[in-house]
């Protein structure tokens, strides 16, 4: 069974350009949820998608935004790219069990901003 | 979103040395999450915590749910140069909402 897969593995962009990040999550999992990790630093919680809809958001500006899609998969936006946006974005998966529930991750798309 | 208390920060520890860590919460987890993560990579699942009190062993590694359900321990026995690497704690708070540790960078010294 296939785990997590993010495309592409490295993005180079341009301050001010756009960014479109892109996760499948693992068969049968409906919830996907997206992590910016600057370089040596934690996991910056930024959206967590479920069926569909955006359950949560974390502390980042209107610029990065995102989508679900009817089969779980997801996308990432970042608008107006700035060099600090700079940084390992990585993607997980899980499915609602009730209490024992576990999320997986992908290995993450490096994005560069020049 | 909230993150929870992971200590220490960083270890620089020998080869062959124990290494012991732990995440601390204000809030009460359904479960808690170990996960390692190499350079570039993405976290991979260490262990998985259950119930309070449970210890649960994962060859060297071993972890435990608190009693409180409010933290978790995570203990590496004899760490080898391939220990290196960021932990993270995690837990699952209702549904499927997680938090995770500020994470915890090994350095095995040969």
């Known amino acids: 069974e296939a785990g997590v897969t993010q495309s592409p593995t490295h993005l180079i962009k341009t301050r001010g350009q756009q960014a479109t990040l892109r996760c499948s999550p693992i068969?049968?999992?409906?919830?996907v949820y997206w992590y910016q990790q600057a370089l040596g630093l934690g996991l910056q919680f930024l959206l967590w998608?479920?069926?569909?809809?955006?359950?949560n958001r974390g502390n980042f500006p209107p610029r990065f935004s995102g989508r679900q899609f009817p089969n779980y998969s997801s996308e990432l936006n970042v608008n107006a790219l700035e060099l600090e946006d700079s940084a390992l974005y990585l993607c997980?998966?899980?499915?609602?069990?009730?209490?024992?529930?576990?999320?997986?991750f992908g290995a993450g798309t490096r994005l560069s901003v020049l | 979103g909230q993150q929870l208390n992971q200590s220490p920060q960083s270890m620089f520890i020998q080869e062959g040395e124990d290494v012991s860590m732990n995440c601390t919460s204000s809030?009460?987890?359904?479960?808690w999450l170990w996960y390692k993560q190499d350079p570039g990579e993405g976290p991979v699942l260490l262990i998985a915590?259950?119930?309070?009190?449970e210890l649960t062993s994962n060859g060297r590694l071993t972890a435990q749910f608190g009693i409180t359900r409010k933290d978790s321990f995570l203990n590496i026995s004899a760490s080898i140069p391939s220990d290196v690497g960021i932990y993270f704690c995690?837990?699952?708070?209702?549904?499927?909402?997680?938090?995770f540790g500020t994470g915890t960078s090994l350095t095995v010294i040969p």
């Open positions: 995690a837990g699952q708070l209702i549904g499927n909402q997680f938090y």
């Open positions: 915590l259950y119930k309070a009190g």
């Open positions: 998608y479920d069926e569909g809809e955006e359950r």
């Open positions: 997980a998966s899980s499915m609602d069990q009730g209490s024992k529930n576990i999320q997986y």
């Open positions: 068969s049968g999992h409906t919830s």
């Open positions: 809030s009460i987890f359904n479960t």
